[in-house]
């Protein structure tokens, strides 16, 4: 709790507008649940009258009919009632499956995000942009020793902006959303940060306008297409999205003269002021990020892909350590020159034709750039409070200072939180959180 306190802390160097009374949430797993769990009590309201109408049926069975006329009356009502029956036990499977107070497993595994892939696809209501609402966010303005900014005449190619490269997509688009809203507030110039949302769908630039009205942005679509036949499956589904491999295309998608971007996941918010990692030094690497040389490295790769010393020798003489691809600084000018897209996509194909590893888009970045990343602090990705891919359970800080929460793993925050199944560090995440409509 002593660190939580301490992050929570941090100051703010932003002036904000006067904030509208906080709204309503909608609540997209709950309203489902509620739902279905009042279709199950429809059904057993139903059965409590059928048991009522057959126990008169059976009694009336005891008048001086013709037996012929009994025994047809009791098949009819044996019929009928194997038919209720079967009827409310399918509505109680129902709120078995997609109550998580009913069921045996952990907390955080039954809201993982694989399980909410699971009730949408179950329910047929598959999320999309119009259903979501989000509050408009504060104006943001730059401290006294930044000065005021305005987009010139040169635009996103200003060479005194910090950009910043981000994915939206539906599922993930409240995370998106609360990462915007964290930079903006802990930044000293928030008017010199230019975001560049990656999308796969339409739609969502007028629901970034309506929440951040003042913010410098540029959407840029991502064909699926690209990539959908270069992708293996994963350990959790979440990560064969094809979105999730836009990171790989930042290079091509960006105009040639942003020279340098930082990339971020959508499940993170950032306590310090973003213009400190921005002015990182690469030195002569291209990509820069916080790396964990005490992990065992091998578990990211197949048996098969370590017996193989065509495969296993690409790292000989390379020292290399595992980083998280979720908070990197990239130099897109070198990126170009060594043509690193070209060969992340080799190694995908590598695998498509045979199995040598098996989480996602993380394996091909350490085949080509593991041993060859410039070191970043720590505190700039305080990694894994969403648990591991299975269980999401909850996990602790690690020490140092914290400068990102990053809730890597299969449990987010705002599932979390809306299911009252939260874990303690959750609660640093909810005070970036916009989704809901202003009162």
């Not at 499956?233 to 295309?249: C, G, H, W």
């Not at 790292?315 to 691809?325: A, H």
Request: aromatic share 12%; charged share 25%; proline share 5%.
């Amino acid at each position: 709790m002593e660190r939580i306190k301490e992050v929570a802390s941090f100051p703010r160097h932003t002036i904000r507008e006067k904030r509208s009374k906080k709204g309503r949430k909608v609540r997209l797993i709950p309203a489902i649940s509620s739902s279905l769990l009042t279709l199950a009590l429809a059904d057993l309201k139903g059965t409590l009258a059928f048991l009522i109408s057959s126990i008169s049926t059976l009694a009336d069975r005891f008048d001086f009919k013709s037996k012929k006329k009994k025994r047809r009356g009791f098949y009819r009502v044996r019929m009928l009632w194997i038919m209720r029956f079967s009827g409310f036990f399918s509505a109680a499977m129902v709120m078995i499956v997609l109550s998580p107070s009913l069921q045996s497993f952990p907390p955080a595994e039954a809201i993982r995000s694989s399980h909410l892939d699971d009730v949408l696809r179950f329910s047929g209501q598959i999320p999309s942009a119009d259903r979501f609402s989000f509050r408009k966010a504060s104006t943001f303005r730059n401290a006294a020793e930044c000065g005021r900014r305005a987009l010139g005449k040169r635009g996103v190619c200003d060479p005194s902006l910090v950009h910043v490269a981000i994915t939206l997509d539906v599922e993930y688009l409240r995370g998106s959303i609360a990462a915007v809203h964290s930079i903006l507030q802990h930044s000293m110039c928030p008017e010199s940060v230019f975001f560049h949302f990656l999308v796969s769908d339409t739609g969502l630039e007028t629901l970034v306008r309506s929440t951040f009205p003042e913010v410098k942005f540029k959407v840029y679509y991502f064909d699926p297409e690209i990539v959908k036949s270069l992708i293996s499956t994963s350990v959790r589904q979440a990560l064969e999205q094809p979105l999730n491999y836009a990171r790989n295309y930042l290079a091509d998608l960006l105009e040639p003269c942003v020279r340098r971007v930082i990339y971020l996941d959508s499940d993170l918010v950032v306590v310090d002021d973003i213009s400190k990692l921005w002015t990182t030094s690469l030195g002569k690497k291209t990509i820069g990020a916080p790396e964990y040389c005490h992990a065992n490295f091998t578990k990211y790769f197949t048996e098969g892909f370590w017996s193989n010393r065509k495969f296993s020798g690409t790292f000989i003489g390379r020292n290399p350590c595992y980083f998280n691809t979720g908070v990197m600084v990239m130099d897109l000018v070198k990126w170009r020159r060594f043509g690193y897209t070209k060969r992340i996509e080799r190694w995908m194909e590598i695998q498509k034709s045979g199995r040598i590893y098996e989480l996602g888009s993380l394996p091909p970045f350490l085949l080509v750039f593991a041993g060859h990343v410039a070191p970043i602090e720590h505190r700039w990705n305080q990694h894994g409070l969403g648990g591991d891919n299975v269980r999401g359970s909850c996990r602790d800080l690690h020490a140092g200072p914290v400068s990102l929460l990053h809730w890597s793993g299969s449990g987010k925050p705002w599932l979390r939180l809306d299911a009252k199944q939260s874990c303690p560090l959750d609660a640093l995440w909810a005070p970036y959180d916009l989704y809901g409509n202003s009162s």
